[in-house]
């Protein structure tokens, strides 16, 4: 069946749908806003006529080139086209301001690739047992995983600035509780509002915490955004550098594929995750934030790795990890499809025709950044003249299209505001919008936790897998706190 | 212009810490269940900024720090508002046509044509792509186009 699937992909047509599918969600997704979900919505209804295998590739290359396009924004303009894309602005946009942005591109495009083929490859022979193992993650483990993910970043990214990124953490934790509550249902803090009552939507959000803000800075610098005129480095450098750094590789990617297997954490969160594990383990964490090429490589290879993998939960139990994922379950129930052990065996052919042309999206997605990068990287020597009215307008765009609510845009702005003035009293703007992402989430399991144990806080280290969140929790605190005692000694000494 | 940095962050945690007290206070109404992780958060951030504004007050940690504004950031505050406006009143296309230009040529640019040109070929190819392509409505006005 796996040999069946391999040259149904290579059809000419599905070949074709992998191209025009990866290329379209390469440029939607580098549009604030836009992002692979809504193209991949825009893109259903025409993919009724089509085949089966034809559907599921051309959307699935969708979804691919998607959550790669964001970073291109993300790098040459700071304004990341998707919240895939969040944490590769970090380091991704210094090296576009240094003249590096081909390089920055290399890096992500082949991080891209690897941590797609990686998840791919994850999709194909570990689909059941991976789904097994994500069943095991309840309330509690999920509860877990975000109170480490918050705690993490306090000690790696917050170590410049504890105190700011706790008030940043904390505002992002009180403003994620406005609308329902996940447990109750019952309204809070909306004033009155029937906007508020769906919450801080997180596109709109992200949108101004980054694009607009950056705007901001684009409006008080002038000039261009890159400070060299001349190219340093290249495509092929970045493809070096991104095999440079084999531990932060894997590391992300592994990452990035555990998250994507577990429903509703999404890859929003998963580079996050990424960026601030591979600042934490790196010998040069002192250069993230100025450019350094690891902090390009986790966010993208892990991103990348989510998109396949999230289709584990989707293909295998019905359970999507992700809104694209949703809507590739969806693609698959227009054709007739349910998901569960019958795509495996009955329909075992579509699935693995859908499989390969996931490989070829990955494939044709370095293709095409090889041959548009040399165009695409001379945004950064427009003048930002040029650019700061265009970049609004399609903000505008983005946060609008989601909801067609204009409610969005004035969110868009407000964000922008915030985030512009915590830039300029240097709060770190991670700390206020992984809470965005993860606070629900986090609020939901703590709540649903209590309900299944009867109030017992026992549920908390009950099983396995919260016995292993909590002394991974544990030692990423003492780790730290021990070295930093070590270094006192020292220089008592 | 420049503001001392000690009473910018100042003012900017009051204003945190009021949002936070505002949902202290809101949240009596609600439930145990619904206000429990609401109320750990404000508690938690009204501790941080009163650490903060002991280490910004008492310990001087920003002494002779300024906070510098740029002259075109409060302008630019104030075309973005009515830009805002604008999309709700007007519509996309037309507050576009107008934000556009306007913005190009108050950021410095001076040629006249190049910047009508740009503007229009934009706005078009958003139109084109998204309302024509996509199917994707932009904001309408409320007087009709």
């Not at chain 2, 009163?50 to 075309?79: C, E, N, T, Y």
Request: some cysteine.
């Amino acid at each position: 069946m796996m040999y069946e699937g391999l040259i149904a992909a290579l059809a000419p047509l599905n070949i074709g749908y992998a191209l025009f599918g990866t290329a379209l969600g390469i440029v939607m997704g580098a549009i604030p806003g836009i992002g692979s979900s809504m193209t991949m919505a825009l893109l259903l209804p025409f993919t009724f006529w089509m085949s089966a295998e034809g559907a599921l590739i051309l959307l699935g290359s969708v979804y691919c080139g998607a959550t790669f396009g964001g970073s291109i924004s993300a790098i040459l303009l700071n304004t990341p086209g998707t919240p895939a894309s969040a944490a590769t602005s970090f380091d991704g946009y210094p090296m576009a301001q240094q003249g590096r942005g081909m390089e920055a591109i290399g890096i992500a495009v082949m991080a891209s690739f690897v941590g797609g083929i990686a998840g791919l490859l994850l999709l194909f022979f570990l689909s059941p047992p991976l789904a097994e193992i994500s069943l095991k993650f309840g309330p509690a483990e999920l509860f877990l995983l975000t109170l480490f993910t918050f705690i993490i970043i306090s000690v790696t990214v917050l170590k410049e600035s504890v105190v700011k990124g706790l008030i940043a953490l904390g505002l992002g934790l009180v403003l994620s509780g406005i609308g329902y509550d996940p447990i109750s249902g019952a309204l809070r803090f909306t004033f009155g509002l029937p906007y508020l009552e769906d919450g801080i939507q997180l596109v709109p959000a992200i949108i101004g915490l980054f694009a607009i803000s950056e705007v901001f800075a684009f409006v008080e610098s002038g000039g261009t955004i890159s400070n060299s005129l001349e190219a340093k480095g290249g495509l092929k450098e970045g493809f070096r550098q991104t095999f440079r750094f084999p531990g932060t590789l894997v590391r992300s990617t592994i990452i990035g594929s555990v998250i994507g297997a577990l429903p509703g954490i999404g890859v929003s969160a998963a580079n996050l995750i990424a960026y601030v594990a591979a600042k934490a383990r790196s010998k040069h964490s002192k250069h993230f934030g100025q450019g350094a090429p690891e902090g390009v490589i986790a966010p993208e290879s892990s991103n990348n790795a989510v998109t396949c993998t999230s289709l584990i939960p989707t293909l295998t139990l019905g359970i999507p990890g992700s809104s694209s994922a949703a809507l590739l379950m969806g693609a698959l129930m227009i054709h007739g499809l349910i998901p569960g052990s019958s795509l495996f065996t009955t329909y075992g052919k579509v699935t693995y025709t859908f499989f390969f042309g996931l490989g070829l999206s990955n494939i044709f997605m370095l293709l095409v950044t090889i041959f548009a990068v040399r165009f695409l990287v001379k945004v950064t020597v427009v003048d930002v003249g040029f650019l700061v009215p265009i970049i609004v307008s399609l903000c505008f765009i983005g946060s609008y299209a989601m909801r067609n609510n204009i409610g969005d845009a004035v969110v868009t702005i407000a964000f922008g505001l915030l985030a512009f003035v915590m830039r300029k009293l240097k709060y770190p703007l991670i700390c206020l919008l992984l809470p965005i992402i993860l606070g629900t989430m986090m609020e939901r399991g703590y709540h649903q936790s209590l309900m299944l144990s009867g109030g017992s806080f026992s549920i908390f280290w009950a099983s396995p897998i919260s016995k292993v969140i909590l002394a991974v929790t544990f030692l990423s605190v003492v780790y730290p706190l021990l070295g930093f005692f070590r270094k006192n000694g020292k220089s008592v000494k | 212009m420049e503001i001392r940095l000690k009473y910018a962050e100042s003012l900017f945690l009051v204003v945190i810490g009021a949002v936070s007290g505002l949902f202290l206070v809101l949240s009596r109404e609600y439930s145990a269940m619904a206000r429990s992780v609401p109320n750990i958060c404000a508690v938690f951030i009204l501790l941080a900024i009163g650490f903060r504004l002991w280490q910004i007050w008492l310990r001087d940690s920003l002494r002779g720090a300024v906070l510098k504004i740029h002259q075109r950031s409060v302008p630019f505050i104030a075309m973005l508002a009515c830009y805002t406006a604008g999309v709700f009143l007007i519509g996309f296309i037309l507050s576009s046509l107008v934000f556009v230009p306007v913005c190009m040529y108050w950021m410095g640019q001076r040629k006249l044509f190049r910047i009508a040109v740009i503007a229009a070929v934009y706005v078009a190819t958003v139109y084109l792509v998204f309302v024509v392509g996509f199917r994707m409505p932009l904001p309408d006005s409320l007087v009709g186009f």
